[in-house]
């Protein structure tokens, strides 16, 4: 392999280049503003080397699949909190699908003295004894331990699994009907102990679908996302949404939606939450409940999103790529809020007579930079650069920008 | 003699340098580990491998923080470090990287962010090839389950419950963001600049009367045909076969290539079950 570099590198060595810089997505570079320097940041990437790195790359177009992409999710599951009082007294929970799955989590008690570290995972000794649990199902009955399950498994058997400790879960036995059922416990657990009650309602027909239509956001940008609930594929009317939008530290912001005409629930505003102090995605959660027949249709859903900080942004057109003795290389100017790592990418393409441009290859390089204005030098090594025929050029396109001590995607 | 000896001398040197020193590094999935030979692997699963090498003493196995996100230097900085001394120390010139689980992600991060840190750029040129056991390329409908319902500690102002950062990094919506915009291989994104191909684990069986229900350790197969319930019906336990086939290119399903055609569950598809060993051995 070193070999066959070292004769390419011989066989293009007297190569003459014949370049234009020119990007590909000169919209992306107008001027926008940046984030105040005066905002802190934190910083996850503090390397120091400049680091460059190309290599052949034939796909038709590096940023074939844009940062605007929409993202969406469908959710026929639903959860809520109880304490152990709930479950001796009885809690209640609705299908619509047969064989619902049921999961029952003892959470940990946070203790507002000790550090998260510190806190104690719950005890398996909290988990819910399915062969204690009653079961009273839509049409009265009641049943006393797995008789109404087609299926169960205690904590000991899930320990393995990345559930809390503690975790019990059993279905519903297909023999019975959906609706409303009721859960209660004859165990001796504390009063005050949390549980987490999740049901995965797998076989009902009603799905709540969430769409962010970009999974990438700066601050001040609209988010517009779209909830509906689904019957068979077929939009049906929700009664009620509420969400929030929680950051990577867990911090909660309530965010209105709004109902259309079509049933469906909406939000379109624009961001303006201060950043986060840690990496990490932020979370749109919402919570739907619409009446169905005899039970509540009930459904929790989430989606990840970037929020994140405009830091860098590439300055004007670059000047024009030129050969050098270690291949062909295209410098990129910056301006820059906050000092951080900072990697340029871009794409080199052949452009035939016609325009017809085909990639070749992709470079990037990655500084640090303080604030201010720098410039990053992309490099496409020798090796990479075959011979051009008459009417060819080649063409650094496709700049990229991104943050890397921020993880954010600039460009 | 004396004037053949320096000649020698070159010979074998000239030799040396158009041999390819065949190294693997053995990264494991979600999990902190000391002992990953012991504890993740076995060393009957390593060394069967390994025997496939031309010196089989040429092997790594990794031992990182994999609890946290890829990005972070105890996780894919740590793998770079380790794998980086590897290669310096037994002056590896063509790696072969076997992951299982999230580890593919880890690697995929290194091979998608060449700059990102100033070792990564040889250990991508030094890669000959990723095996991806069991890769949670796509996540995992099962990450979301168990964050789901975490209670956010607003006083701590941090997350409190069952799930570390790779879990939480692990949920599908969150996958889809970094297939997207950090890594690279899956449908529609450039490729690695590595090839990558995936091993697919397709069921769990746990019957108890089934002796192959016992490769690996019975009882992970009696929970992992538990957590199928939050999965597809083509799925190891812990992943659909859509997320294990989301990067790269797919090597083969489990079934098609092992002893007895059996399926090799999430946890069976790290362990010499059904010549999964061999496999991977004759393949160095």
Sequence with gaps: MITKKIIKSIIFSGLSFFMVAAHANDALLKSTELTSPQQALFSINNHRETVQFSRAMTDTDFSKKSQTQPVKTESQEYWFRVSGNDLKQGVTLDTSGVEALIRISPKSMHDPRLPVAKQSAPSTNLAIDLEQLEITTPSGKVTKGIEAMSFHANSKQLETTPFEKGTSAFKIDKAYATGRYQLKTSQSIPDKQEYLIYVLDKNSPYKLNMTLDNQQLFSGQNMSAKIELKKSGITTNLESVSGNIVSPGGKVYPINLTASKSGAFKFEEPLDMPFANRAGLWEMRVVSETQGGSSTIKRNSKLAFAFQPKTARVNKKSKQASPSKAGLTNAVNISVSHAGRYEVTGVLYIVDRDGTAKSIAEARTAKWIEQGSDKVELLFQKSLLPALKRGQKFKVGNIGLNDQSRMSRLQ | ?284
């Design chain 2, 1 to 284: 003699m004396k004037i053949l000896s320096p000649l020698f001398v070159l010979f074998v040197l000239f030799s040396n340098s158009l041999m390819a020193e065949k190294g693997v590094a053995f990264v494991h999935g979600t999990s902190d580990n000391t002992d990953a030979l012991n504890d993740y692997w076995t060393p009957a699963m390593v060394n069967s491998v390994v025997a496939g090498l031309p010196n089989s003493s040429n092997y790594v196995v990794i031992n990182c923080e994999f609890n946290e996100y890829a990005w972070t230097s105890p996780a894919a900085g740590c793998l770079a470090e380790q794998i980086t001394n590897f290669i310096n120390n037994n002056n590896i010139d063509e790696l072969k990287v076997i992951t299982h689980s999230h580890g593919a992600n880890v690697m995929r991060w290194i091979l998608s962010n060449p700059t990102w840190d100033s070792r990564y750029p040889a250990i991508i040129a030094t890669t000959s090839e990723v095996t991806a056991i069991a890769g949670s390329s796509l996540g995992t409908p099962l990450a979301d389950a168990v964050v789901a319902g975490n209670v956010f500690e607003q006083l701590l102002g941090w997350i409190l419950g069952y799930a570390s950062d790779a879990v939480r990094m692990q949920q599908t919506s969150w996958m889809v963001y970094y297939n997207n915009n950090w890594l690279l291989g899956t449908n529609g994104r450039p490729s690695l600049p590595v090839s990558f191909k995936s091993i697919i684990g397709s069921d769990v069986e746990s019957a108890f009367w089934d002796g192959d229900s016992y490769c690996a350790g019975y009882q992970y197969q009696v929970a992992l045909e538990i957590t199928q319930n939050w999965l597809d019906s083509c799925s190891d336990g812990f992943l659909n076969c859509s997320s294990q086939a989301g990067a790269g290119s797919v090597w083969f399903y489990d079934t098609s290539r092992t002893k007895g055609r059996e399926p090799l569950s999430h946890q069976q598809s790290r362990r010499n079950c059904f010549n999964l060993d061999t496999i991977l051995r004759n393949d160095l």
